[in-house]
């Protein structure tokens, strides 16, 4: 059972709608997983949110609930505020108020989603085929304009199909 970073009393579990929090009955303190945060703030915030428990390096004077290693301190400007988070459970804390300050936001559709993420496979394939018709035209490029250059070709030998000529005399 998750125990209070403040008080050390045992988190109540509390569902809701956005899923499944940790609430102290004591402090006011709330600790939230990231994906529970997009579902009540949306993907932007909980991206921005995501980048700060990643690049924090502060680390805080609380536990973190679950797991009991020391939690990192962030700040995040909309709205300003400094928040605590394992990056290891992927848990924030929130003190008492601090929640009610998180603005509403909107989380995407995961068809949504899908039809982005293909639209993006689409045109990095359309890249691919243009980038490997434009080689192939590099490569087949004039045949050769004396006939007797056909001749290594046709036995099999390696041939060279642009040459850069000589760099320097041997």
């Known amino acids: 059972m998750p125990n209070c970073p403040n008080c050390m009393v045992a988190l109540r579990t509390v569902r809701q709608r956005?899923?499944?929090?940790?609430?102290?009955?004591?402090?006011g303190g709330?600790?939230?997983?990231v994906p529970q945060m997009?579902?009540?703030?949306?993907?932007?915030?909980?991206?921005?949110?995501?980048?700060?428990?990643?690049?924090?390096?502060?680390?805080?004077?609380?536990?973190?609930?679950?797991?009991?290693?020391m939690m990192k301190q962030f700040q995040i400007?909309?709205?300003m505020m400094t928040l605590d988070a394992c990056k290891h459970c992927g848990l924030i804390w929130f003190e008492a108020r601090?929640?009610?300050?998180?603005?509403e936001g909107v989380v995407e559709?995961?068809?949504?989603?899908?039809?982005?993420?293909?639209?993006?496979?689409?045109?990095?394939q359309l890249e691919e085929m243009a980038e490997q018709q434009r080689r192939e035209e590099m490569i087949s490029g004039a045949p050769p304009d004396q006939g007797w250059?056909?001749?290594?070709?046709?036995?099999?030998?390696?041939?060279?199909?642009?040459?850069?000529?000589?760099?320097?005399?041997?």
């Open 98 to 103: 601090e929640f009610e300050e998180i603005p």
């Open 109 to 124: 559709a995961p068809d949504e989603l899908e039809l982005r993420g293909r639209e993006i496979l689409a045109v990095h």
């Open 18 to 27: 956005e899923g499944i929090f940790f609430n102290c009955d004591k402090c």
């Open 77 to 79: 400007t909309q709205p």
């Open 149 to 170: 250059k056909w001749i290594p070709a046709f036995l099999g030998l390696p041939v060279k199909i642009e040459d850069a000529g000589l760099s320097h005399w041997p």
């Open 38 to 69: 997009r579902r009540v703030a949306g993907d932007k915030f909980a991206v921005q949110l995501l980048r700060q428990i990643n690049s924090a390096t502060k680390t805080s004077s609380r536990k973190c609930p679950c797991c009991c290693l």
């Open 30 to 33: 709330r600790a939230m997983t």
